[in-house]
């Protein structure tokens, strides 16, 4: 006879699983959530107000259901070009790679040295975790190119670096990382070569990493 104690225990071990197999939740992990609203230029810049006179810039930061925080540590007086950290849509004027067959429709974009995209994470357990991601980066023309260089952090520790050339197609890049403590955790990447150098990622998503026979 199946016992209600029985069912309980079963209960229980059903919803462990369902909390730390999945993955952490990142808002917005595709930065589909808020649309690039200057569709002439198919990208914007995080700024305080929309304007869609260049440099083109929208209030994603503030924008219900965005998740992250953007922007840029370096004040580049003198070249608007490099504002720091946005979105773009496909076909932007930015030109991203192609969007074609990926699970996204936007990306952040990452320009200059500084420029910075975070979120605070919850729900972590102390152990080892994989970061997933898609990164590429901008075609060359004149004085602007791809070759910027991005770092992810967790709590303000590199876990990973990667040194892009120009026209790299989305490619899933991977990092492993640990933390001691559970609760909320700060995820942010950062592109760290200074110019108007330029990288675009999407699809963030953070799970437990398997142990080898799991």
Request: aromatic share 14%; charged share 5%; net charge negative.
């Amino acid at each position: 006879m199946f016992s209600f104690s029985k069912a309980f225990v079963l209960a229980a071990v059903v919803v462990v699983l369902a909390a730390t197999c999945c993955g952490q939740t990142i808002v917005n992990f595709d930065f589909g959530a808020v649309p690039v609203q200057c569709s002439g230029w198919g990208f914007t810049y995080q700024g305080a107000q929309l304007t869609c006179n260049y440099p083109v810039t929208q209030n994603f930061d503030n924008s219900p259901g965005f998740g992250w925080i953007m922007g840029s540590t370096i004040a580049t007086a003198g070249s608007p070009s490099n504002t720091g950290a946005g979105v773009v849509a496909p076909d932007g004027f930015i030109c991203p790679p192609s969007f074609d067959g990926l699970p996204f429709h936007q990306a952040a974009l990452l320009q200059n040295v500084g420029s910075f995209i975070w979120q605070a994470v919850g729900g972590f357990n102390p152990g080892s975790y994989t970061l997933s991601f898609y990164l590429g980066s901008r075609c060359p023309a004149g004085w602007w190119d791809g070759e910027q260089t991005v770092v992810a952090l967790v709590d303000g520790v590199a876990i990973g670096t990667w040194n892009l050339t120009n026209s790299a197609p989305f490619t899933l890049q991977t990092a492993t990382f640990s933390v001691n403590t559970g609760g909320t955790h700060i995820v942010e990447f950062m592109g760290t070569r200074a110019g108007d150098h330029t990288a675009f990622l999407s699809y963030v998503t953070i799970a437990p990493t398997r142990r080898h026979g799991q």
